[in-house]
């Protein structure tokens, strides 16, 4: 096998991971302007080397969005990808082209082009019959789609039934679901408050809410959506750009950035225009669009075997900004960890005002070698989480001071202690630095943990500088009466806080423990050690030995046990927690539910499920004798495998020969 057919098969294999990780997982590893270079490269690859032909090439194919989740429905015509690039000049080659193609070589005056905002979300077809809304179907692999019918109808910009007027009594109109960024901001903020993973961008909360199996859900998340492209047997008129100023009477949502361009300087303006003015916009955009706006030229024109050739899509690049360095601050998290924060004048980037990023740790602040009021280069690149890229070498201040790790803690003044093994800088006073109590306190009332209501990042802050919670102990002795007392706190407020406080007694006792911000005790770790040793005093006095028999409880574990309990103040915490009546000790268990069915057998859980939650199916597990793990591996008995089981997953289980196992089957086994 030569280089480049080498090359051939490695280049396609990485782009079905990458088409996997976009479509399936919402998680894209590269940018799509890397994606399109590796498609590029196959493409001439495959044309040097006929031989190499193969049906299933990334080149032959439309990523695919498909779940389990939903019914498949086929296009009744294909959706097919547009061509794309990032340069003005083959813009303008395509305009020549088109021109050329349908003999008009010398100007483009009988061949209009449409210009179109592209709106960074997830394709949508819709179908009407007599002016009513029949079925929503995702692009899925361009072939057949997803019926997202029930979830699309909670999106209130989408026109259920239209207005009576000239609408072909059967057509389809493709466009794209979108979150504002208003919406996608809302959404992140309560993720945040909750402690769930924030959304990376609009696109992928978008995709992910509409393949949600719950309307209701999909109801409360403010999708939107805009429509670019009508297909029908009869059409209105016999342009595009008429057409869809006709939709836009009957009720949809077509963008006023659709533009009519009789010009090839008019398509460039327009490019320069947008590339600017995108910014203001309040939905999330990642190119333009042109295409042909005569029908019957973009018949003449036709198709590619993936593409239409009268249109084409114009990418911007990633976006990225040039902004001044205020200042590094160095914060201390729960943990002690100190982060390097860069503070930044403000600078406008995907539609947020951005004025900080991280820098993570000292050896990124040391590559980046930065100084004083240094010029970053900051991108986000549909990202939401900022990053600085680099730095303007030749705009530096003379004589500026490289920007330096701090040694000592920015809050308490302790020495820094490496971590070992790890590029991370840590305060070792665990129980007398600020942040790291206040960080305490912020995790003890979390959604995972003791779920009390009304007490947020903001209010533990005011609660411990009030030094009305200096523990978390404290949430027990408060009173409403001295809550409304505090600036931003009123009756309403303090009564939730109250009755937060009040229902997280009975928040059981695996959460309790997770919830005491013991290293290294996480959310699993927790629930383990919970129904191995079933109360807290029980724990507290177990040695090392005795904690690492209990399974999956290595020694770092046991270690962090030992020296959280040694501290004395911990177990007066402990002892007030229990004095407040917050549950200590696993409540009884009716074991007549219990059976030995599953005895020996590890059971990993993949997916999406109907009957129940995967917390109640680990719990079932056990409960019958099973050991759930995490990864599948020669010893795994079998997967318990719901909706959209991770494909790496399946593969692995397919070649180890374990064998699947769905919903219906696994509770009929126990």
């Not at 072939?143 to 207005?163: C, F, M, Q, Y």
């Not at 959304?199 to 999708?223: C, D, E, Y």
């Amino acid at each position: 096998m030569s280089q480049e057919t080498e090359r051939i098969e490695w280049l396609r294999g990485e782009l079905n991971r990458h088409n996997h990780a976009y479509y399936v997982e919402n998680a894209p590893e590269i940018s799509d302007k890397d994606y399109d270079m590796l498609i590029k490269e196959l493409e001439l690859l495959e044309s040097r080397h006929p031989e190499m032909d193969d049906p299933l090439s990334p080149t032959r194919r439309v990523g695919s969005d498909l779940t389990k989740g939903f019914a498949q429905v086929v296009h009744v015509r294909p959706m097919l990808s547009l061509g794309n690039t990032y340069s003005v000049g083959e813009v303008d080659e395509w305009v020549g082209r088109c021109n050329e193609m349908l003999g008009n070589a010398g100007g483009l005056s009988s061949v209009p082009i449409v210009g179109e905002m592209k709106f960074d979300g997830t394709s949508i077809s819709l179908m009407y019959e007599k002016g009513r809304l029949v079925r929503a179907v995702t692009r899925g692999d361009g072939e057949k789609g997803d019926d997202v019918t029930e979830n699309v109808k909670t999106i209130r910009s989408i026109p259920l039934v239209l207005a009576p007027g000239d609408w072909p009594e059967s057509f389809e109109i493709r466009g794209e679901i979108v979150l504002p960024w208003k919406e996608f901001d809302r959404l992140n903020e309560e993720r945040a408050f909750n402690e769930e993973p924030l959304f990376a961008n609009p696109r992928n909360a978008a995709a992910g809410t509409l393949k949600m199996l719950n309307p209701a859900i999909v109801a409360g998340r403010g999708l939107d959506a805009y429509f670019y492209y009508l297909l029908a047997d009869e059409f209105p008129s016999d342009n595009h750009y008429d057409n869809m100023a006709k939709a836009r009477k009957w009720g949809f949502k077509v963008s006023d950035v659709m533009t009519l361009l009789d010009s090839e300087k008019s398509v460039n303006e327009f490019i320069s225009k947008w590339d600017k003015e995108r910014r203001e916009l309040p939905v999330a955009t990642d190119g333009l669009v042109f295409k042909v706006n005569s029908l019957k030229q973009q018949l003449n024109l036709g198709f590619t075997s993936k593409s239409p050739r009268w249109a084409i899509a114009y990418k911007f690049a990633a976006e990225r900004a040039l902004t001044r360095l205020d200042h590094v601050s160095f914060e201390v998290g729960r943990t002690g960890v100190v982060t390097p924060v860069a503070n930044l004048d403000p600078v406008l980037l995907s539609g947020t005002v951005v004025k900080r990023a991280s820098l993570h740790n000292e050896d990124i602040v040391k590559a980046l070698d930065l100084h004083d009021h240094d010029m970053l280069y900051v991108e986000k690149g549909g990202e939401i989480i900022p990053k600085i890229t680099g730095v303007d070498i030749d705009a530096r201040e003379a004589g500026a001071e490289q920007v330096r790790f701090v040694t000592r803690c920015p809050d308490c003044g302790s020495e820094l202690v490496r971590i070992p093994g790890e590029a991370a800088w840590q305060c070792p006073n665990k129980y007398g630095c600020r942040p790291q109590i206040i960080g305490r306190l912020e995790h003890f009332v979390g959604r995972h943990m003791m779920d009390i209501e009304g007490v947020g990042e903001e209010n533990c802050v005011l609660l411990y500088d009030a030094g009305l919670v200096r523990n978390i102990a404290d949430f027990y002795t408060l009173e409403a009466a001295g809550l409304e007392r505090l600036d931003r706190i009123g009756p309403r407020t303090a009564q939730r806080i109250i009755e937060g406080v009040e229902a997280s007694r009975n928040v059981p006792f695996e959460r309790v423990l997770f919830a005491l911000s013991i290293p290294y005790v996480g959310e699993t770790v927790s629930r383990k050690l919970a129904r191995a040793v079933r109360d807290i005093d029980t724990l507290m006095a177990m040695t090392n030995e005795e904690l690492v028999a209990i399974d999956d409880i290595g020694p770092r574990i046991a270690e962090a046990l030992a020296e959280y309990f040694s501290y004395e103040p911990n177990r007066e915490i402990v002892a007030r927690l229990k004095d407040a009546g917050v549950r200590l000790r696993m409540a009884d268990v009716d074991e007549s539910d219990r059976s030995d069915s599953l005895a020996g057998q590890t059971i990993v859980i993949s997916g999406v499920f109907s009957r129940h939650s995967r917390e109640e199916y680990k719990e079932m597990i056990e409960k019958n004798g099973g050991k759930n793990a995490g990864s599948i591996s020669k010893k795994t008995s079998f997967v318990l495998a719901g909706d959209n089981m991770g494909p790496s997953k399946l593969e692995k289980a397919r070649s180890l020969g374990v064998r699947i196992v769905n919903e219906d089957e696994f509770l009929k086994m126990i």
